[in-house]
């Protein structure tokens, strides 16, 4: 297989593995009853949207059919639901109805008839407004508590759509109103209920069977039916729902390679002829979505081999030759101890991956195996990653025009720290569109760039002379550059597309790509929503924390020092996956995918330093002791300092000036050591009791005074890895 194609597949399989517990990447139900209805099903349904929606975790929409209009008011809020829940292939919808369902008069008819009442009110048609909710491009599952529910079977779809009724075309179903004729309704609550009590998942077929049993109660026998063209699918499956930048719970809490009863298959697939792009995404979708849905994870061995050896390449090459040339200087000047723990990490990966093709293993041997060489090629590419902040503008030169056997994300990071240490770099503002005229006060702004719509954060700089202004333009076409490159989404930066000047006022502005959904009303800064959003979670306060860390890890590692991390610099998008809600809900704001701005300051660490000065109390508590007043020199620890001040706010949800205990604001602080002393005594008291005592280790490693000239940048980086940013996720 070409190595672009494997590459792909492995990767689109790390992505969609995490879905495979529930498959979907986001869940839609509508619950449809009638508001004057006779039977009184409110309080069955309203029990069923509380299984849903505090269960299930699904997004619920309850509707109500109004007596007036009823069949152009229904088809008309369908259509509009189908708008706004079909827009990812992945989704799922969920369609409940509970009420009465009329006989088809003509057999030869296709109508299927909802009534209010049991003679008299108003109908609806469904059979004219189903082919609306078969035409959305993502799974349907239509759950019918009706009379002759099984009408409504007519359309076959590409996609999958399931059908699960009360009854079928030509019987009655109960009422529910007698406690030993429960409805379909009722027992659909119970069996699902189980389900989740379970944190296990079931399948709309394996739903029929549980309800088909005698002890559920049900006195007429459910229907099911499959709409789907193709019986090769994997089907629909229901399981808690939770978003994928989030841990998945998992049947048994488990994984794949650490239970005892799992079983794993190791399969060889050879095809018949090269592959395309064609064969290739059928390829994909048989492996995630069509796949049974009793598997668990899938994982490419092979990718996982050659990836490590790729590294394991790359390292040797570089890191640790084997030969050397007399009197001729080595491509990369590395220290010593560099060189030996290369040699080290190339070792250890070396081992485990020679191992003799005779050599006969059991199945949870394999499973160990590859954890180990992953485990093991991801330490030795960190530590790569690492080193690349140590190497000359010349030694990248070198290494760009060598071949990295793949090992893409080095690539990437060696072309990202080019652009920082070139003397050369490229100016040029772009034009930005603006609805509206903005005051002058505001530091970031939406508008818009071609067809994307973009943020704008703007800095203003000092005018004295040509001299500071050619300075500027040149740190902002820098910083722009930067921005530009493609990078990892762990950096937590928006997407750049370049920069903008304004001759009106002194003041230049890094334009950002905003993901589609969001508008202008769609984002606030950290500071602004630790005084808005009153409680978050402590899971989804480390989320927040662990990826703002490894954020400053990876910008650490091409050598970059942002110099101003705070929460004002911290940007938090609206979430996109959840409905509208009060601005106190943190579930209204993504705090799973925070973005790093505030970049004005931001240099590599080569660089000349800014040293300005700044007696600001205010602005100082922020920084390290040694940057008060009149500074001395930007160091990496002074940036590790401001990361540990951020992650105590996040840990304890409060600002930091809230913290003073004489509710001062530390306006009264003089001496810069003594502030860091109390913070370490907040550390140790309140956020060990907010956070949990690894999460105030963590922050307290940033806080405290270490001596760290002594150590290589990699060493300073692993430091933080092994004592802050692990910590951190080990917390979630």
Known sequence: MDSSHETIISNELSSYN?????????????????????????????????????????????????????????????????????????????????????????????????????????????????????????????????CFAGQAV???????????????????????????????????????????????????????????????????????????RSSSGAGIRLARWEPLDTPVTKAGNSTPSDREDALSLYIRLSLFQPMDMVQREALLRWLTRDSPSDIEHIQVLHRTISKAQAVGQVSSEILCPKAVVPNVLAPFRISDDTREEAKRLTRALTDVLSIPETYHFAEL??????????????????????????????????????????????????????????????????????DSAAPADHHLRIGRKDEDSVLVEYWEYETVGNQDVNKSLEQAARISALLVEDKAKAFRILPGLGYVEETIRPRIGFVYRLPSGISTNDYWTLSELIGTVKTLPLEVR?????????????????????????????????????????????????????????????????????????????????????????????????????????????????????????????????????????????????????????????????LQEREWKTEESWQTQRSIRQRVWQPLKMSI
């Not at 007036?68 to 829940?85: D, P, V």
């Not at 078969?134 to 508590?145: F, K, N, S």
């Not at 399931?162 to 379909?184: H, I, M, V, W, Y």
Request: proline share 4%; with cysteine.
């Open 365 to 434: 041997d394999v499973a160990q195996i590859i954890n180990s060489i992953s485990e093991r090629s991801a330490q030795l590419l960190a530590f790569m990653n690492d080193c690349v902040a140590g190497l000359n503008e010349e030694s990248l030169d070198t290494l760009q025009n060598k071949d990295l056997y793949g090992t893409f994300e080095l690539a990437t990071r060696i072309a990202m720290r080019l652009t920082l240490v070139q003397d050369e770099v490229t100016k040029g503002a772009i034009k930005v569109y603006f």
């Open 18 to 146: 995490p879905r495979r517990s529930q498959r979907y990447s986001a869940v839609h139900v509508l619950l449809i009853t009638w508001k004057d209805d006779d039977i009184g099903v409110a309080d069955e349904v309203n029990e069923l949207t509380h299984l849903f929606r505090d269960k299930f975790n699904f997004f619920v929409w309850p509707y109500q059919i109004p007596s007036k209009n009823s069949q152009a008011q229904l088809q008309l809020y369908i259509a509009q639901f189908i708008l706004r829940c079909e827009s990812d292939s992945d989704n799922l919808i969920i369609l409940h109805y509970s009420g009465h369902g009329g006989k088809t008069v003509d057999p030869m008819d296709s109508e299927c008839v909802w009534s209010a009442k049991i003679s008299g009110g108003p109908t609806v048609d469904w059979a004219i407004i189903q082919p609306g909710i078969l035409g959305a491009t993502c799974d349907v599952a239509i759950l019918l508590d009706c």
């Open 154 to 228: 007519r359309s076959r779809l590409q996609h999958n759509v399931e059908f699960l009724a009360a009854t079928d075309k030509d019987q009655f179903t109960p009422t529910g109103k007698f406690t030993n004729r429960p409805s379909f309704t009722k027992v659909l609550t119970q069996q699902l209920g189980l389900v989740v009590a379970k944190s296990s998942h079931i399948t709309i077929p394996e739903l029929h069977r549980q309800m088909l049993r005698k002890e559920v109660g049900l006195v007429k026998q459910p229907f099911y039916a499959s709409l789907s």
């Open 542 to 702: 480390c989320q927040l924390a662990s990826a703002i860390c490894d954020a400053i890890l990876h910008l650490h590692s091409i050598g970059w020092f942002h110099k101003a991390i705070k929460s004002e610099d911290i940007v938090i998008l609206r979430n996109l996956n959840h409905g509208t809600g009060g601005a106190t809900s943190h579930q209204l704001y993504d705090f799973d995918n925070p973005y790093v701005i505030g970049f004005d300051c931001s240099r590599p660490s080569q660089m000349e330093s800014r040293l300005t000065v700044d007696f600001s109390v205010k602005n100082n508590i922020y920084r390290h002791p040694e940057r008060w007043g009149n500074p001395k020199p930007f160091e990496r620890k002074h940036d590790i300092y401001a990361l540990g001040i951020l992650l105590l706010e996040i840990g304890c949800w409060r600002l930091l000036p809230s913290m003073d205990g004489s509710r001062k604001g530390f306006e009264n602080v003089k001496k810069p050591e003594r502030l860091r002393d109390t913070l370490l005594d907040i550390v140790r008291t309140k956020l060990a009791h907010s956070a949990g005592s690894k999460y105030s280790e963590a922050v307290a490693f940033c």
